[in-house]
């Protein structure tokens, strides 16, 4: 089981970003997948999920309506969209599937 985050990076307030999550060894449509971010000194949390229908799941309260979950199980990627970013989403971002499997990470820095 692997999955690794992509499309991090720099970008002013109000710009948009959208991050990737790759997975490999395993049937994606089969499952559920969270996106969770960790600001230095901050604990991990979630932000969104994105379930096997597509739906958006679990939504943080501080992202809603301005973060949307897709994916594409042909293609084995899920992805977060990110738009009118602002400085306190700056974290390094994280999808993670059930079972304890996690990627890298992609940083995403918001700043002017």
């Known amino acids: 089981v692997r999955l690794v985050e992509s499309g991090g990076g720099l970008v002013q307030p109000g710009g948009s970003l959208r991050l990737s999550c790759e997975t490999s060894?395993?049937?994606?449509?089969?499952?559920?997948i969270n996106w969770y971010r960790q600001a230095p000194g901050k604990e991990r949390e979630l932000v969104a999920s994105?379930?096997?229908?597509?739906?958006?799941?679990n939504v943080a309260n501080s992202v809603k309506g301005r973060f949307t979950t897709s994916r594409e199980d042909d293609w084995n990627t899920v992805y977060l969209q990110m738009n009118n970013l602002k400085p306190e989403d700056t974290a390094v971002y994280y999808c993670?599937?059930?079972?304890?499997?996690w990627g890298p990470g992609t940083q995403v820095t918001v700043s002017s």
């Open positions: 060894g395993f049937t994606l449509s089969l499952y559920t």
């Open positions: 994105v379930g096997r229908s597509g739906e958006d799941l």
């Open positions: 993670d599937r059930v079972g304890g499997y």
